[in-house]
């Protein structure tokens, strides 16, 4: 196999930045819906405060997450919403994902 073999395999498709497994889990989740507060995607992605605060900063970092703050009533509150890049991005690295899990070696593989 040769060098440009190597890099066409689809592994080279994946986005670094929605890789990581908690920005995957926040990215899925916001994928379904046009938005959703903080709390919400913090209890389905089943991470503290912090951490989904942090990964949600790299997210928005690359353009891919938008967060609105505001307030219901008097309590404060944090809405997060997949940016237009982030849907595209999001999709790209399933598509990525599908076609390494469809990857197969060729028949010669088994050869002994």
Same mark, same amino acid.
């Given at each position: 196999?040769?060098?440009?073999? /190597?890099?066409?395999?689809? !592994?080279? !498709?994946?986005?670094? +930045?929605?890789? %990581?497994?908690?920005?995957?889990?926040?990215? %899925? /989740?916001?994928?379904?819906?046009?938005?959703?507060?903080?709390?919400?995607?913090?209890?389905?992605?089943? +991470?503290?405060?912090? +951490?989904?605060?942090?990964? +949600?900063? #790299?997210?928005?970092?690359?353009?891919?997450?938008?967060? !609105?703050?505001?307030?219901?009533?008097?309590?404060?509150?944090?809405? =997060?919403?997949?940016?237009?890049?982030?849907?595209?991005?999001?999709? %790209?690295?399933?598509?990525?994902?599908?076609?390494?899990? #469809?990857?197969? =070696?060729?028949?010669?593989?088994?050869?002994?």
């Amino acid at each position: 196999m040769s060098d440009d073999d /190597a890099r066409e395999h689809p !592994r080279h !498709r994946l986005d670094d +930045v929605i890789h %990581a497994p908690v920005r995957f889990s926040i990215v %899925a /989740a916001l994928a379904s819906v046009d938005e959703a507060v903080f709390g919400v995607v913090r209890d389905a992605v089943g +991470v503290s405060d912090s +951490v989904l605060s942090k990964q +949600v900063s #790299a997210l928005e970092g690359a353009g891919y997450v938008k967060v !609105r703050k505001g307030a219901v009533g008097r309590r404060p509150r944090t809405w =997060l919403r997949l940016t237009p890049k982030g849907r595209r991005a999001f999709r %790209a690295h399933l598509d990525a994902l599908r076609d390494i899990a #469809a990857t197969g =070696l060729d028949d010669g593989a088994t050869e002994e």
